[in-house]
C-alpha cells in the first residue's frame, strides 16, 4: 500500500482531473499523468515496485524542463559554470526535485481508490508560456493549491516551475542555493545536494500513518530545508 501511495504521488497526483475542458498545456500534463496511472494499475507491474518508479519518474522527467529550471534557479551563477557542470547540476537537481517534492505529496494528500483527487481551475497561455492552475485534496479534505508553469520548446509544453499555496518552488531553491553559494561555494552546495539526494527518507511505522498523521515538519523543511 505504501509503495502504490508513492508511486501513484510520483505521477504528482493528476489522476483524476474534473473541471473545464482543458487547452494544450493541461492536455499534455492529462496525457502523462494518464500513462502514470496506467502503469500504476498495470498487474503485471505489481511485484515489480522498484521498475514502476523508474517508469514513473521517466514520465515525470519528460513533461518538467529541469534544464530550463537549473538555469533559473542558479541565476547568473549557471553561466559561471563550464558545460560539463551545467550537465551535472541539472542531474543532480532533477533528483533533488523530484525527492521532495514526492515525499512531500506523500505527507500532506488524501488518496482514495482513485489516487488523488485534482481540480482543474483555469489556465492561461501568452505566446510560448502558460500556467494551469489546479488544486488537490489534502488530508481532511483542505484544497491545496497546486500550479504548473510552463514553456513550450520543441513542439511541446514543459513545466518549469510549481507553486504551492503561491509559494515558487524554483523561486525558494534560489535563495537558498545562493545562500549556500555566497556563504561558501558552488562545489559545496553540489555536494550538499548529492547528500541529500543519497539520504534516507524519514520513514513512518506504515502507510496509513504517513496518509493520515499531520507532517511533523513544516511544509519548507519537506521541499527546500537543506541542512
Request: hydrophobic share 45%; proline share 4%; glycine share 8%.
Amino acid at each position: 500500500m505504501l509503495i502504490r501511495a508513492f508511486l501513484a504521488l510520483a505521477a504528482l497526483g493528476w489522476l483524476l482531473v474534473t473541471g473545464a475542458e482543458a487547452g494544450a498545456p493541461t492536455t499534455t500534463l492529462q496525457a502523462t499523468f494518464t500513462q502514470a496511472n496506467q502503469i500504476i494499475a498495470d498487474p503485471a507491474m505489481e511485484d515489480r515496485p522498484l521498475e514502476r518508479l523508474v517508469a514513473i519518474r521517466a514520465l515525470f522527467s519528460k513533461v518538467f524542463d529541469f534544464r530550463g529550471a537549473s538555469e533559473d534557479v542558479l541565476g547568473p551563477e549557471w553561466k559561471a559554470r563550464t558545460a560539463v557542470e551545467q550537465r551535472e547540476f541539472t542531474s543532480i537537481f532533477s533528483g533533488f526535485v523530484q525527492r521532495g517534492f514526492v515525499y512531500w505529496l506523500a505527507a500532506v494528500a488524501e488518496i482514495d481508490g482513485n489516487g488523488i483527487t485534482v481540480y482543474y481551475l483555469g489556465e492561461s497561455v501568452e505566446r510560448d508560456r502558460a500556467g494551469v492552475r489546479t488544486a488537490i485534496v489534502g488530508r481532511g479534505g483542505r484544497q491545496i493549491r497546486l500550479d504548473h508553469w510552463m514553456v513550450y520548446q520543441g513542439n511541446r509544453w514543459l513545466v518549469r516551475d510549481i507553486t504551492i499555496d503561491g509559494v515558487s518552488l524554483i523561486t525558494n531553491y534560489r535563495a537558498q542555493f545562493d545562500r549556500v553559494i555566497r556563504g561558501s561555494s558552488y562545489r559545496d552546495l553540489v555536494v550538499r545536494m548529492q547528500e541529500r539526494v543519497g539520504a534516507e527518507l524519514p520513514r513512518p511505522a506504515s502507510g496509513g500513518e504517513l496518509l493520515s498523521a499531520e507532517p511533523k515538519l513544516p511544509l519548507y523543511l519537506y521541499l527546500y530545508e537543506m541542512r
